[in-house]
């Protein structure tokens, strides 16, 4: 298992009540479960809306699953801006 840091944005970070935290996780998919594990309610709604950056390249439409998470990396957690 790799460790590093999930950062929350914007309302992600107000449902988490936290900017950061960290991970301890394989895959995108397993860094989120435990996510959601630490933090029910609204932030699960709100991950149904956000977009990731893993080490700063967009996640896209790849299943979570086939993310690797890399020792020390860094997974950003976007939910949908306003404005252009």
Do not use: I, N, Q
Request: charged share 25%.
């Amino acid at each position: 298992m790799a460790k590093g840091t999930v950062r929350y944005w914007a309302a992600a970070k107000a449902a988490a009540g936290t900017a950061e935290e960290p991970y301890d996780a394989t895959t995108l998919a397993e860094a989120l479960d435990a996510v959601r594990g630490r933090h029910p309610g609204e932030l699960v709604r709100v991950l149904r809306r956000c977009s990731f950056l893993v080490d700063g390249d967009p996640v896209g439409t790849r299943a979570h699953e086939t993310v690797r998470l890399a020792e020390g990396g860094t997974v950003e957690v976007l939910p949908p801006f306003a404005g252009g």
